[in-house]
């Protein structure tokens, strides 16, 4: 069992979002209370749902768990801790600086890496300060921070004078001088995420290759500052109640394929399984399930009369998008939630109705030909190179930036420059040639920019024009980029996600992220249903019950209108991208 595993006193819990990091986490801090511990867990999530798991109304105040003596909970706030960051960075420039100026800087600190660097700073005080968490015994974190944000406070020149915001590079952190003032206690925070005799570091995944990549690249990014004391919980293993039912058998076997090929480097790691549930253990008996210490309560979503108001197939999203003849298509989600497959079937329906329309996308992992297969006539693939693009963009900010920094202030640019956001920017330059095709036929996107980047090149641009210099610095392709996809008849933007409780909250932080950059969703599409599957496994039957809720609220309350993509026995590629077509 994962807790026999785990006798650090500090324990991170980190994976893809969906893949159950908050479940696990919880029951294995309700598995150390009842052994008698004093544990305390925390989230800095800023999508947290511990309250909702713990079913207990948390602040960022220790709370008592009731049902489990000896165990404490806190929800950190890391979009609090976020906005005074960036007002500790901002705030001595106002008057300086023009407005434009300052506009730039604080979109550069509104983005992930900085909500991270603002959680770090939240969770460094019961890390590194000793006095602070001294009357518990195991502390808990749901969540923990990447590779790039401990490379980046390993540097030395991060807690220098240098203020990276004027070197007119786009960082995702901006000014770094927010970081001065608690140089030693991150110092001392980072040392202790390093000492495998005080840490743990746990990667949470699912049997699929998406999640399970993921978990290698993290795994890779902490070995490389030295944090090596890493075990790996594999969630939702699923095993056929039903041999008979074909979706309960393609379930299992692609699970088994997934870790059968899982990276070398993940399957060295002491790991440990959990079977799949029907829905989100919610409460303390159902984390108790959860490692196999008891049964977990029946939760059902709609009656089984419920079927007959589920959202319409895909099909019905591609017919109202092939009415307008042109246009770009953009599939956005987080990780996992099959973005690729989505923009492959509706790229190939719509070429199979006679249109012009090129698939294009940015993911490394994601691959469109596979998914297509043999493409219909009409239909044109391509790919954009994160690598490269963000290569060429690394070499032309160092050129222009680094040329009157120092060794230490050199470091950090290159270092900040590996950043997710960095990457986002690069590729987001060479979207803008594609995206004009979008005059002339369609365009699908497969990973498109999310509303923090479009702003940030916004903010850049304005910037540049108030300021009068380094004006070139912007394509001039991208400046047109930016009006096309906030013109709701040349853009479509469809957010895809999973009936689940994270992948529905992550959506909609992203539907809220692409309206601050003045982008109107256009739809939503839940994918991988179990509801509407057709599954007769009574696992699968009551998971599918499970997600109800979910597509209820998604239908009603947060889209504007949506398609409900079933689970599919076939292998949705090739001929099988038909089948999320279909109706449930």
């Not at 909500?115 to 890390?127: G, P, Q, R, S």
């Not at 030295?226 to 076997?253: C, K, S």
């Not at 008996?285 to 309560?297: H, K, M, N, T, Y």
């Not at 246009?327 to 492959?344: E, I, W």
């Amino acid at each position: 069992m994962l807790i026999d595993e785990l006798a650090t006193r500090h324990l991170f819990f980190t994976g893809k979002g969906g893949v159950g990091k908050t479940s696990i986490s919880c029951a294995t801090a309700v598995a150390l209370a009842e052994r008698g511990k004093r544990v305390l867990i925390v989230s800095t999530d800023p999508a947290s749902n511990l309250d909702q798991v713990l079913a207990t109304p948390l602040s960022p105040r220790p709370t008592a768990i009731a049902e489990a003596p000896g165990l404490f909970a806190a929800n950190l706030d890391p979009e609090a801790a976020a906005r005074e960051y960036r007002e500790r960075v901002v705030a001595p420039y106002r008057g300086i600086l023009p407005q434009a100026a300052l506009s730039s800087i604080e979109e550069q600190l509104s983005g992930a890496c900085t909500v991270e660097i603002a959680a770090f700073d939240e969770f460094a005080k019961l890390l590194g300060d000793a006095e602070a968490s001294r009357n518990f015994d195991h502390i808990v974190f749901d969540t923990a921070p990447t590779g790039h944000t401990l490379r980046l406070l390993k540097l030395p020149a991060a807690w220098s004078d240098f203020i990276q915001g004027s070197t007119g590079g786009t960082s995702c952190l901006g000014p770094l001088a927010g970081l001065q003032a608690q140089h030693a206690l991150y110092r001392a925070t980072v040392e202790t995420l390093a000492d495998a005799r005080r840490t743990t570091v746990v990667l949470v995944s699912r049997p699929d290759h998406a999640a399970l990549a993921e978990a290698e690249r993290t795994r890779g990014e902490l070995a490389e500052i030295g944090i090596t004391n890493l075990r790996l919980a594999l969630n939702a293993v699923f095993a056929a109640n039903d041999p008979q039912d074909p979706i309960a058998r393609a379930l299992e076997a692609r699970g088994r394929k997934a870790v059968a090929a899982m990276p070398a480097g993940l399957a060295a790691l002491p790991r440990s399984e959990l079977g799949l549930m029907a829905g989100a253990p919610l409460g303390v008996p159902a984390l108790r399930a959860l490692l196999g210490a008891g049964q977990a309560p029946s939760r059902h979503g709609w009656a089984q009369g419920g079927r007959d108001r589920l959202p319409p197939p895909l099909v019905s999203l591609v017919e109202q998008l092939a009415a307008s003849g042109r246009g770009v298509v953009m599939t956005m989600g987080k990780g996992g939630v099959g973005k690729t497959t989505v923009a492959a079937a509706i790229a190939t329906e719509l070429a199979r109705r006679g249109h012009r329309v090129l698939l294009t996308t940015t993911d490394p992992a994601a691959h469109v030909a596979s998914a297509v297969g043999t493409p219909v006539p009409g239909l044109r693939l391509s790919r954009i190179d994160p690598a490269q693009e963000t290569r060429r963009y690394a070499e032309e900010t160092l050129a222009r930036a680094g040329r009157d920094l120092d060794t230490q202030g050199l470091a950090l640019l290159e270092e900040d420059l590996k950043s997710p956001c960095t990457e986002e920017v690069a590729v987001f330059r060479a979207f803008a040639q594609t995206v004009a095709e979008g005059g002339e036929g369609f365009v699908i996107l497969d990973t498109a920019p999310t509303g923090h980047t479009i702003l940030l090149l916004d903010a850049a641009e304005s910037y540049h024009r108030e300021v009068a210099k380094a004006g070139s610095e912007l394509p001039e392709a991208v400046r047109n980029l930016l009006p096309r996809l906030r013109d709701p008849s040349y853009t479509r933007v469809l957010i895809t996600t999973l009936a689940e409780a994270t992948p529905v909250q992550e959506a909609e932080r992203l539907q809220a992220d692409l309206r601050r950059a003045g982008i109107e969703p256009f739809a939503w599409v839940i994918n991988q249903s179990f509801l509407a599957s057709g599954t007769a496994d009574p696992l699968l039957l009551e998971r599918g019950r499970c997600e109800a809720p979910f597509v209820e609220r998604v239908q009603r309350e947060l889209a504007t209108r949506c398609a409900l993509v079933p689970w599919l026995a076939e292998a949705p590629t090739g001929e099988g991208l038909a089948g999320l077509m279909r109706a449930a």
